[in-house]
């Protein structure tokens, strides 16, 4: 099992910044792919960037230029820096792991592990 948990979320103005963790134990692997994902309130979770074990990193196109997922393999944390967020950024964030498939996936039904997930509310 590995466990997930996420922080750094909070209230932030339009055009404000906030840093995301995600912090892996328990039975952690070298080879993964971690993907940040979001769910709005009445929305479906949705695909928000995602990075491998490899460092090849992959963005939804919403949030291309304004946010940069990394990762430290060291720390067995990944990272999402969230910039010129916007109110409709506003959601719950949650990562999670793929440590089968090994794909750059957009489907929550890759990943195998999820955090509890930490709200971001992004003020007008």
């Known amino acids: 099992q590995v466990q997930l948990v996420e922080s750094g979320g909070g209230l932030v103005q339009a055009g404000g910044s906030l840093r995301l963790s995600c912090a892996a134990s328990?039975?952690?692997?070298?080879?993964?792919?971690m993907g940040w994902f979001r769910q709005a309130p009445g929305k479906e979770r949705e695909f928000v960037a995602a990075i491998s074990w490899n460092n090849i990193k992959y963005y939804a196109e919403s949030v291309e230029g304004r946010f940069a997922i990394s990762g430290d393999n060291a720390k067995y944390t990944v990272y999402l820096q969230m910039n010129s967020l916007k109110p409709e950024d506003t959601a719950v964030y949650s990562c999670?792991?793929?440590?089968?498939?090994?794909?750059?996936?957009?489907?929550?039904?890759?990943?195998?592990?999820w955090g509890q997930g930490t709200q971001v509310t992004v003020s007008s």
């Open positions: 328990g039975r952690t692997s070298g080879t993964y792919v």
């Open positions: 999670a792991q793929d440590t089968t498939r090994l794909r750059m996936s957009t489907r929550t039904a890759d990943y195998d592990y």
